[in-house]
Structure formats: C-alpha cells, structure tokens
Antibody
Framework: EVQLVESGGGLVQPGGSLRLSCAAS????????MHWVRQVPGKGLVWVSR????????SYADSVKGRFTISRDNAKNTLYLQMNSLRAEDTAVYYC???????????WGQGTLVTVSS | DIQMTQSPSSLSASVGDRVTITCRAS??????LNWYQQKPGKAPKLLIY???TLQSGVPSRFSGSGSGIDFTLTISSLQPEDFATYYC???????????FGPGTKVDIK
C-alpha cells in the first residue's frame, strides 16, 4: 500500500525556519517525481514545489522561491521541504504528493500544519 | 502563468441529482486536466486524470470531458458520499508548474 506520511509542522515565529519531511513507503520512491502542495484551512489548494525522481531538477511557486528548498533522499525514501524566512501567509497545511502520468497526484499524505505567528 | 477558474463556486444538490462542474483554463492546456475530490479534514483524492480517464477505484458515476480551455466534471447520480469540494488542476505548463482551480463545494440541498 502506498503511504506518504508528513511530519515536522508546528508553530514558528515570523522569520523562522522549519523543515518538513515526507516518509514514503509501499512503492519505489526513487522512480517518482514528488511535489508539495499547501492549503490554508478553509481555502483552496496551492502548488508549492516539485522535484524530479533523482533530485536533479526542482521548481517553485513564485511565492516561495528563494525561501523554500525541496530535496529528497532516495536511500531513505524521504522528501523534504526546508522553509526559511517564514511569513504569516505561509501558514497552511502542507501535503506531499506523488505524481504519475499527466502530472496527476495519485497519492497524498495526510498533511502537516505549519503555523507562522508571533 | 496559466490560470484556472471553476463554476459554480458552490452548489446545493439532492441525492440522485446530476451535477456538472465546469473548469476553464486561461489558455489551451490540451488534455492536461485532472480532477480531485476533497472532504473536510482529508487530503484530496484523484478522481479523473487526462481530462476523462477514471482513476482506479473511482465509481463510474464520475466522468470528465473537454479539451483546450473548457472542461467538465459530471456526477451522473449524486450519492451521499459525494458531498465534498472538487478541484480541477492543470499540468500543461513547461516546466510543469501546477495550477489548481479555486474549487467547487457541493453540499446537500
């Protein structure tokens, strides 16, 4: 069974940093591109970042470019999102998601809540 | 950047109703359009990919159509478990920058 489990969320002050992790199991992690998507509670889905299967190529939404870094450790079957210079508007539930053909997200984690507040 | 719109933003329907949700892209996205269902407190669930292909395990009452800029998600006979928010998503951009529609909430009339 495919499983994605996020961790690392919590309360952080503006300007602070946080690293999210997404532990994958039940599939060959190193074969899939992975993404982070976030959602302010009660609002819509917003794409954050993506990384290709070997970690050599990344992309970011303009809103997080230069502050967030996506990475992966295929030996540990884990996806990461390093978030620096956090702002109140980064407050959201962060989901990791697996992509297959047509860039459709066929598996999602349960989400981890990041709250940026003083 | 490609922008996505959905209509309506919300609708009220009864069990057994036929429901149609529309998604429009700001430019042609060929068939690179996916649909998701999300229930409160849960992660989204892929329903349809590549405009009209049903994801494994998704009931056949869900269907998708369209091409270019206009797309439709249809639920042929609404069931109690279908009350949720539905999002479209484009993945046509190169490099693949993903954009979601704002969502359509389907609730009980």
């Amino acid at each position: 069974e495919v499983q994605l489990v996020e961790s690392g969320g919590g309360l952080v002050q503006p300007g602070g940093s946080l690293r999210l992790s997404c532990a994958a199991s039940g599939f060959t992690f190193s074969s899939y591109w992975m993404h982070w998507v976030r959602q302010v509670p009660g609002k819509g889905l917003v794409w954050v970042s993506r990384i290709n299967s070997d970690g050599s190529t990344t992309s970011y939404a303009d809103s997080v470019k230069g502050r967030f870094t996506i990475s992966r450790d295929n030996a540990k079957n884990t996806l990461y999102l390093q978030m620096n210079s956090l702002r109140a508007e980064d407050t959201a539930v962060y989901y990791c998601a697996r992509v297959f053909g047509y860039n459709a997200f066929d598996s999602w984690g349960q989400g981890t809540l990041v709250t940026v507040s003083s | 950047d490609i922008q996505m719109t959905q209509s309506p933003s919300s609708l009220s329907a009864s069990v057994g109703d036929r429901v149609t949700i529309t998604c429009r892209a700001s430019q042609s996205i060929s068939s690179f359009l996916n649909w998701y269902q999300q229930k409160p407190g849960k992660a989204p669930k892929l329903l349809i990919y590549a405009t009209s292909t049903l994801q494994s395990g998704v009931p056949s009452r869900f269907s998708g159509s369209g091409s270019g800029i206009d797309f439709t998600l249809t639920i042929s006979s609404l069931q109690p478990e279908d009350f949720a928010t539905y999002y479209c998503q484009q993945s046509y951009s190169t490099p693949p920058i993903v954009t979601f529609g704002p969502g359509t909430k389907v609730d009980i009339k």
